[in-house]
């Protein structure tokens, strides 16, 4: 079973959307030990979709999807140009205090906190679609990132 | 829902969630103190990357001025976000009991 719902593109739309993710996880009989890693993911995602494609006026259409032992989750936005978050740099976090900057570390970390995490982008209807999973254990993409690579991205 | 107050000397007290929704109010009041600071997050279920900007933006300052922020009474979830985020390196951070 898959739950799903569409939500404004607008910041004040998150407080509906850890709604829907609480409700959806309970329906679907989730563990909501996963829910801070999947509201974190969640949150970076739609603020980008949002921040970044003020263009549209599309809303957002968010899928939740019980899996063996956690959760998949899929954001859709439409009308919008590419945007491949799994191609964004990793923050520096190596740096000193003084030569931190605020910013870029919502990517960053969801590698770390998500198992996987693919884009797609559909040219012919400007549709990107980010899918992302989330469960028990250790995950693929924090030990890649623990081992130098990249988190188990697919284009 | 997220609240941030004075706790009385020298702390402040937030809780809820600090996303991004809530990263204004969150800087606004932030900016208005001084010195060394205990941020109490017993109560802070949840930060968002918007979050964390705002309490580096709030160290740079309070650092520069010779105070610091201390982060006291953080759950699991937030200790690996800041450990990710290497804020292990820039805060001194007490995880909750």
Not at chain 1, 134 to 151: L, M, N, W, Y
Not at chain 2, 5 to 21: I, P, Q, T
Request: proline residues 5%; negative net charge; hydrophobic residues 40%.
């Amino acid at each position: 079973m898959t739950a799903a719902r569409s939500f404004a593109r607008s910041f004040d739309a998150l407080p509906a959307i850890v709604e829907f993710t609480a409700e959806s996880f309970a329906r679907e009989g989730i563990d909501p030990a996963l829910a801070p890693a999947v509201d974190f993911a969640l949150e970076e995602l739609f603020t980008n979709m949002v921040k970044y494609s003020p263009e549209s006026v599309a809303d957002v259409r968010i899928e939740v999807t019980g899996i063996a032992g956690g959760v998949e989750v899929t954001l859709t936005d439409y009308d919008v140009e590419p945007f491949d978050v799994t191609a964004a740099p990793d923050a520096d976090i190596s740096l000193p205090l003084e030569a931190r900057r605020p910013g870029g570390l919502g990517l960053h970390l969801i590698r770390r906190l998500l198992d996987s995490i693919d884009y797609e982008y559909l040219r012919e209807v400007r549709q990107s679609r980010i899918t992302f999973r989330k469960t028990h254990g250790e995950s693929p993409a924090r030990q890649g990132v623990a081992e130098g690579g990249g988190p188990d991205v697919h284009d | 829902m997220f609240t941030i107050e004075s706790g009385g000397e020298g702390a402040v007290v937030a809780r809820g969630r600090l996303d991004a929704a809530q990263a204004a109010a969150a800087q606004t009041f932030l900016d208005g103190v001084q010195g060394m600071v205990t941020l109490d997050c017993r109560g802070l279920e949840y930060i968002s990357s918007a979050g964390l900007g705002v309490l580096l933006k709030t160290q740079k300052r309070l650092v520069a001025a010779g105070g610091k922020l201390r982060l006291a009474g953080v759950n699991r979830h937030l200790q690996d976000i800041f450990v990710y985020s290497g804020f292990d390196q820039l805060f001194e951070i007490e995880p909750a009991p």
